[in-house]
């Protein structure tokens, strides 16, 4: 072999090195003979040392087994499995190799199986048995073997193709027939006699055993002399989580009901008997273990009654669900434990039987009663564990908020469940803990608020109204109390129990999640409407020292005021005030520090536009409150502005261009609040948005960090389009005129929806504008999609391609909202131009999106123009251009009838063609039969049926066009 390629495999510093080794096996990759000289070096104690060259090697025997052994000679299939088995001799006798070699080539061994087992290597199998008397090296490659031929042949998380399946099948079929007891036999052997010196070896064959086992006879494994000796394994520290593992897999095997029944309790008894459930030395991996066992257990058992109650079998029925319920106590149990992974490994079966109680009316006492066992646990569990750090959340913090989740899912099943019994349970913690918080566990104050949110999600409004509680013996409830809904009196309970003053930033955020859940109860007791405004107003909320929570409260007071905006007419100016400081602009010559983001602070100023638009003050008011909101953001706009442009700094250049960015947003959250009830023009604030406007189309002029400024001008335009009315429209011109101005495709791309709105908007009135930039925006955006780029720069390409569809949805938009004004009125030259490219679209695009909207075009204008009294020349056009685009377009090599979006363009383009016979009808009939078709040398027969087809209903037409270019293109 190169000796100095091969070098560059350990030259960890250089990468040229490096590459020339890689180029030389990919060399040996696809010369003849590479594989070969890769097995002589195997079998030939070369490079003991170096594991990289002999991984290498192997890769190189793999490219030939997936490449060119199935069309190889004899020869060559005779000296690879020569080599195979003289390198398990070769690899006991010199063990050397590290694991990621052997797995390697224990993965070579089973694409040989694969591809020869049964036709050309009958024995394979058991010429890999004989080979485990060659001592413990060969036992163990023999078990890589055969765990990595159940990742070929059985693994169900690999998709196979059908011919696979099918190759798979006969595989499985033969070893059944063939030798799986003699399979079987080898691992009892194994395990017997390796367990005390090869523990690893022994956990490996257990492995093996359980991923068999789904396959073949259940009776080879689940019989007195294996479970003696798993059981037995469950006793040891370093088989017993490989052994609890198998038994999973061997009471997992898809069988009847009965008799998986019949297996799990035989299971059961000899693990109860045995006390491994009891033991009190198991640690957490092992109890993970054996939660997941029982889970397995649970979720089986509650499979096989959903299946026998289908039958009708009562007895039997009976007899599973006896089984089940003596699983309950172990489910519960384990998801008490402490350990939240032993305690999710259960979750299911909890899910699952929870779910089964559903079907069942009446549950008996016993399952009553584990349904509030299961609700304490849950509700148990679902606390903050004390390990977990709230400073810096890492992984084992997202891995409990997962686990969180999973007893989420379980609380609102058995909240669909027992409605009473969750809302009993949830008040009783809630009456409990919230008065206490002072003195109570943090975690337990949380959890309390966290059930009482959740409840809101877990029980359908129409079952919450209907849940009462009972009178506590001992307490004097008058006879109403118990007729208000339990909601109520929970959330009157929070929100006077003072929890608000909670240090803790959890209690504090799930707080004021809540108070926002349940917003319906301010309407009904507006009483408690101040206190809670000042909870969010003061250091507890908006202004707490945790961002963390001040920057969640900005979101959720912004969804309070939105949800009660008529309920907080009377504290509309108080909150204004309060709130003016966190209204302040965070600009870079504040070093751009401030309490809140710009991000919070669009919350903020979304709120405060809604507040002013629902108070109930005349329209002169309103106007100069919003005008006075706006006020900090004109005012600086145009100082921000020139800052940056006379800045030689560019990082401070992009920091005054993020905050003027950041203000136009500001000031567009404050239209949020305007609605079609109150507009405004009714609310008196058109002036205040008019005059904002003017200040930021400056914005539009300056060279500095233009897409960031454009974008914040152009989100403010689309505000104001939908806010406004005519009053918008004077200042569209000048926004047009210097986007026009040297523009990148993606600002034109991104121009072009707010044309679109506008013309949506405003339609007629706005066709004397449009008739007048028309052009000229045309010819900008084919000047952009024809200007020179990189063929490798793969962001300008994909930017020229959105223009070129936001183009042609530009013209969608005009054509469908009866403004094609806008394209007869142009010069005959520009719009035969314009109409020229929509077909060039038609045709040529290698896009169906915007294909299918030229023909969607293309239809549309021939509805509008198509009748010969309407535009002159059109009529022309659709003979010569429309037509035969209809026709060329499908037949074009790219356009793939088998795909979905490349379908619906051959659909638009037969309702295209279906619209011309509606206008033209026998002319455009007598046009296909004497000219078009002719030309095309179409067969008479052929085009007696086609314009047979276009005379039927479109359904029927669509079809029969997919079904001719099907045939024409064959």
Not at 613 to 632: D, G, H, I, T, W
Not at 889 to 897: G, N, Q, S, V, Y
Request: hydrophobic share 40%.
């Amino acid at each position: 072999m190169d000796e100095q390629a091969l070098q560059g495999l350990a030259a960890h510093n250089n990468p040229q090195a490096q590459q020339q080794a890689l180029q030389y096996f990919e060399q040996l990759k696809e010369s003849e003979k590479g594989w070969q000289l890769c097995a002589n070096v195997l079998t030939s104690g070369m490079y003991m040392e170096n594991d990289h060259v002999r991984f290498f090697c192997f890769q190189v025997i793999e490219h030939f087994i997936k490449t060119r052994y199935n069309s190889s000679t004899m020869a060559e299939r005779e000296l690879l499995k020569s080599f195979l088995m003289g390198w398990i001799q070769f690899q006991n006798a010199n063990d050397k190799d590290k694991n990621f070699v052997k797995n390697k080539a224990a993965q070579v061994f089973s694409l040989v199986f694969i591809t020869d087992y049964p036709h050309r290597w009958l024995t394979f199998l058991t010429d890999l048995l004989q080979t485990m008397s060659l001592g413990q090296v060969a036992v163990d490659f023999y078990l890589r073997v055969l765990d990595t031929i159940d990742s070929e042949v059985v693994d169900r998380d690999i998709v196979h193709t059908s011919i696979e399946l099918e190759r798979n099948t006969l595989i499985k079929d033969t070893m059944r027939d063939q030798c799986v007891p003699q399979l079987v036999d080898s691992w009892y052997q194994i395990i017997m006699n390796y367990q005390d010196t090869h523990a690893d070896m022994v956990c490996l064959c257990l492995n093996v055993i359980g991923s068999y086992v789904s396959w073949i006879d259940i009776n080879l494994v689940a019989n007195d002399r294996f479970v003696a000796v798993l059981l037995q394994f469950l006793q040891k520290p370093l088989l017993r989580e490989s052994a609890c593992d198998c038994i999973y897999e061997v009471i997992s095997k898809g069988m009847d009901p009965n008799a998986k029944t019949k297996l799990i309790e035989s299971f059961s008894t000899v693990l109860g008997q045995a006390g491994v459930m009891d033991a009190e030395d198991a640690d957490g991996d092992f109890s993970a273990k054996l939660s997941k066992l029982v889970n397995g257990m649970g979720m089986n058992l509650i499979a096989c009654w959903n299946k026998i109650s289908k039958t009708g079998d009562v007895e039997n029925a009976a007899l599973i669900m006896q089984a089940l319920e003596n699983k309950v106590p172990l489910m519960l149990k384990f998801l008490d434990n402490e350990d939240d992974d032993v305690s999710g490994a259960v979750s299911l079966f909890a899910h699952d039987y929870i779910t089964m109680l559903k079907s069942i009316n009446p549950i008996s006492e016993k399952q009553r009663q584990n349904i509030e066992r299961t609700l304490y646990v849950i509700i148990r569990k679902m606390k903050y564990d004390e390990c977990y750090n709230f400073d810096v959340e890492g992984e084992e913090e997202a891995m409990f908020m997962e686990y969180r989740k999973q007893l989420k899912v379980v609380f609102n099943n058995l909240a669909q469940l027992d409605a009473q019994l969750v809302m009993v349970t949830v008040h009783n913690i809630v009456s409990q803990t919230l008065p206490n918080w002072k003195t109570a566990d943090f975690r337990d104050v949380e959890t309390a608020i966290t059930v009482m949110y959740m409840i809101g999600e877990a029980i359908p409004l129409d079952v919450l109204s209907t849940c009462v509680l009972q009178i506590p013996q001992g307490q004097s409830l008058t006879a109403s109390d118990t007729k208000l809904a339990v909601m109520n009196q929970l959330m009157r309970v929070l929100v006077t129990s003072g929890v608000s003053s909670h240090p803790h930033t959890k209690v504090l955020i799930q707080f004021y999640e809540t108070v926002v859940r349940y917003d319906k109860f301010f309407t009904q007791e507006p009483e408690h409407i101040a206190p809670v405004l000042m909870a969010f107003l003061d250091e507890r909320g908006l202004r707490n020292s945790s961002v963390q929570v001040a920057s969640r409260v900005t979101y959720l007071f912004s969804r309070f005021v939105k949800s009660l905006r008529t309920n907080l007419n009377a504290y509309t100016e108080e909150i204004l005030t309060r709130m003016q400081d966190l209204l302040v602009l965070n600009t870079p010559d504040n070093g751009c520090y401030h309490r809140l983001s710009s991000s919070d602070q669009q919350f903020l100023y979304e709120a405060a536009g809604i507040l002013i638009v629902s108070a109930q003050f005349p329209p002169e008011k309103k106007s100069q409150m919003m005008k006075n909101l706006l006020a900090p953001i004109v005012t600086k706009f145009d100082v921000l502005l020139q800052k940056m442009i006379l800045s030689n700094d560019e990082t401070m250049q992009k920091l005054y261009a993020e905050c003027i960015s950041a203000a136009m947003a500001l000031a567009s959250r404050t239209s949020k609040g305007f609605s079609s009830q109150q507009t405004i023009k009714t609310c008196g604030c058109a002036e205040a948005y008019t005059e904002t406007l003017k200040v930021f189309l400056v914005a539009f002029n300056t060279p500095i960090h233009r897409p960031l400024l454009h974008s914040g001008v152009r989100q403010f335009l689309h505000r104001m389009v939908v806010c406004l009315e005519s009053e918008i429209l004077p200042y569209i011109p000048t926004a047009l005129e210097n986007l026009l101005k040297n523009p990148e495709p993606k600002e034109l791309h991104d121009f072009i929806p707010l044309i679109n709105q506008l013309i949506m908007k405003f339609k007629k009135t706005i066709i004397p504008f449009l008739q007048q930039v028309f052009m000229a925006l045309v010819t900008t955006i084919f000047q952009v999609l024809n200007s020179p780029t990189d063929e490798l720069d793969q962001i300008a390409t994909s930017e020229k391609k959105m223009l070129q569809r936001s183009y042609f949805l530009f013209l969608c938009v005009l054509v469908s909202n009866n403004v094609t004004e806008v394209l007869s009125n142009q010069d005959p030259q520009n719009l035969q131009q314009v109409l020229m490219t929509v077909i060039q679209g038609a045709v040529e695009l290698p896009d169906p999106v915007g294909q299918k909207m030229c023909f969607s075009i293309l239809k549309k204008l021939v509805e509008v123009w198509g009748s010969n009294e309407c535009l002159a020349g059109f009529g022309e056009f659709i003979y010569k251009n429309i037509i035969p685009a209809c026709f060329l377009a499908p037949m074009k090599p790219t356009f793939d009838l088998s795909d979905g979006q490349t379908v619906l363009v051959l659909n638009e383009s037969a309702a295209c063609l279906k619209e011309i016979h509606n206008k033209r009808a026998d002319e455009m009939v007598n046009f296909l039969q004497n000219d078009y078709f002719c030309e095309m040398n179409v067969t008479p027969d052929l085009i007696e049926e086609y314009c047979q087809a276009l005379k039927t209903d479109s359904k029927t037409f669509k079809n029969y066009v997919k079904a001719f270019f099907t045939k024409a293109k064959s």
